[in-house]
DNA sequence: CAATTCGGGGGG
DNA sequence: CCCACCCCCCGAATTG
């Protein structure tokens, strides 16, 4: 039964509970209740509980080994809808929205804690404004408003899908932080020896960087210390060789003995400051690796993880991430996520029929729409959905232009949009924020601010979309607008491929452990590897389907049932 | 002294 | 010369 229930956390540690209607208003007495896990616990009917945010709620269910099979994540909805609204930057707690309701004063969000090394189940916070409680019938008055607002939206059918997503999202994330990557630090400590050397007591740089910074020295002739930027350009300069900066695409272009060690040093000295010895310490405790996912934690929807740099893993250090005995990873990565999607969401008739078909899409894209080799395709439809301004890729997207008109004209309009300040949207309803008197939230996310001299709304606008015509500020709004909508929608369809390979895994010991943009790996007993193999394809094409409607656009993944994540792809 | 910015490199 | 987009994280340098 399709039941639906909410749930308020009080002051002395119980809860009020109370069935809900297919109204969402409340059907039945509300209930005070001694504990959470209980509450849920003996109500396992219960298809969707309605609560304040997955955050507070989520790690106290998992720590009493609670699942719940769906949740309405009131905080998560209030951001959204405050974005659809374009009143991105509004406080979003649920106490903000009372308020707006009732009239009174709104309530700022309060800052957000980062992550401490190390730091076990957040089970004891500082004092901090987002504990206070909201009593059960305030909650379901924001509810019920917001149920109102559901049905104000541009699709209200896709933006109650949406809320539905992200609500999911949060339940997963929760799900991650509690099960944790598998992490061997004994595998890590030797990936770390093989490529560093010993470390010196004193914590000093390894054996391998000392080398590498004196074979540095000796080609200068002179004590360099590769790891200052500034003293490492001097160093050339001195040696008559002029460069702008040390970023290794322009060193690598210098004829100087010093640049293959430099290289090499900076490679590995990155390794040592963000994934060595000391991050293994703060990190990883009892075999796990816990990165604390953020659903939602950016503007498009992709997720963030707070501290630990968990969706950074370098390729070197993935050695580490090993199943447990008898079990195994199953990674899996959604193939060619983004055009397959700008396929979808723009109906471009030539690019559905491309992403059609499971095979490699750049190749497909190569073979019909110019001469140049896969690479020169995908640079292309890259170059399209981030809105290249130059180099040798222009022409393959003209290319492009001519042989998937519509879906090139679809970012180009967002791009449009974007330049001219008006709302832009993900499939599914997610909103980027305009950049006209955005709050702090939009520079915070790095959304380029209008400057005075715009010339963006002085001008006729071509039939086609052209760059050149706006501001600098405008053009990288526009960028910023045009990219949105392919990751968002992205982000939109891989909510739900979670959301379905979650309800498939809670039949099994299977576990979600780690989700990427377009990868996510389970770590599972062996005999369910092809199990979630099959459930992931499935969860893809039917995360298509529930995502853009009826579309024959495919969405594939490349998998690998491994030991070990480096021997993934 | 702490807070912010910069430069560079990691992921998608 | 490399690109465009979204992020995280570090140490050093700079600023308040």
């Known amino acids: 039964m399709a039941e639906r229930w909410a749930l308020a956390v009080a002051e002395d540690g119980g809860v009020d509970v109370a069935p809900l209607g297919p109204d969402g208003l409340p059907a039945g007495p509300v209930r005070r209740e001694p504990g959470l896990a209980e509450a849920v616990r003996s109500r396992p009917d219960v298809a969707r509980w309605v609560w304040r945010s997955t955050a507070e709620t989520g790690p106290r269910l998992l720590a009493a080994g609670v699942r719940v099979e769906r949740c309405y994540d009131v905080e998560a909805a209030e951001t959204l809808l405050l974005g659809h609204e374009g009143r991105y930057g509004e406080p979003h707690s649920a106490a903000a929205a009372l308020a707006r309701l009732r009239g009174g004063p709104v309530p700022p969000d309060p800052p957000q804690r980062s992550a401490e090394p190390g730091a076990q189940s957040s089970l004891f916070e500082p004092q901090a404004v987002h504990l206070v409680h909201l009593p059960l019938s305030d909650l ?10 559901h049905e104000r939206a541009a699709y209200p059918d896709r933006m109650r899908l949406l809320t539905a997503a992200e609500s999911a ?4 994330a929760a799900e991650m932080n509690h099960a944790g990557l598998p992490w061997r630090a004994d595998v890590h400590r030797e990936v770390l020896h093989d490529l560093l050397g010993e470390r010196y007591a004193g914590g000093g740089e390894p054996r391998r960087l000392t080398e590498l910074a004196e074979e540095v020295s000796a080609a200068f002739g002179r004590r360099v210390r590769p790891d200052l930027p500034a003293d490492v350009v001097k160093a050339f300069g001195q040696a008559g060789v002029k460069v ?7 060193l690598e272009s210098l004829d100087h003995p010093a640049v293959k060690p430099l290289i090499e040093y900076k490679k590995l000295y990155r390794i040592w400051v963000a994934h060595g010895w000391s991050w293994l310490q703060d990190w990883v405790r009892d075999g796990r690796f816990r990165p604390e996912f953020l659903a939602g934690g950016t503007v498009t929807g992709r997720w963030v993880t707070n501290g630990g740099g968990g969706l950074q893993i370098p390729k070197v250090i993935r050695r580490a991430v090993v199943a447990d005995p008898g079990w195994r990873l199953v990674v899996a990565d959604a193939d060619q996520m983004e ?37 020169q395709a995908k640079l292309a439809v890259l170059g399209a959905v981030y809105g290249q301004t130059s180099g040798d890729g222009l022409k393959n997207l003209a290319a492009l232009r001519r042989r998937f008109p519509g879906a090139v004209a679809y970012v180009d309009d967002a791009a449009r949009a974007g330049e001219e300040g008006r709302l832009v949207r993900t499939w599914l309803g997610r909103t980027c924020p305009p950049a006209a008197g955005a709050a702090d939230g939009a520079e915070e996310a790095g959304l380029p601010q209008d400057d005075p001299s715009g010339l963006s709304d002085s001008v006729d606008h071509p039939q086609e979309w052209v760059p050149g015509y706006a501001s600098t500020n405008a053009r990288a709004r526009g960028r910023f607008a045009r990219n949105f909508v392919v990751q968002g929608s992205a982000a939109d369809w891989a909510l739900l491929l979670l959301a379905g390979l979650r309800q498939t895994c809670a039949d099994m010991t299977a576990e979600l452990v780690f989700f990427q943009h377009d990868e996510v790996i389970v770590h599972c007993p062996e005999e369910e590897a092809a199990t979630v193999v099959a459930a ?6 039917l995360a298509g389907r529930l995502t853009f409607g009826p579309t024959p656009v495919r969405f594939p993944f ?8 480096a021997d993934a792809k």
């Open 140 to 149: 379901l008055a924001v509810y019920a408003e917001q149920q109102r607002r």
């Open 244 to 250: 702008g900066s040390t970023r290794r695409w322009e």
């Open 169 to 172: 999202g949060m339940l997963v």
């Open 339 to 375: 055009p397959r999607v700008l396929a979808a969401i723009s109906r471009d008739p030539g690019l559905m029929e491309v992403a059609g078909r499971e095979s490699d899409l750049y190749q497909s894209v190569s073979d019909r729409a110019f001469s140049g080799d896969r690479a």
């Open 558 to 565: 490349t998998t690998a049932v491994v030991e070990c994540y």
């Open 536 to 541: 992931i394809r499935d969860a893809a094409e």
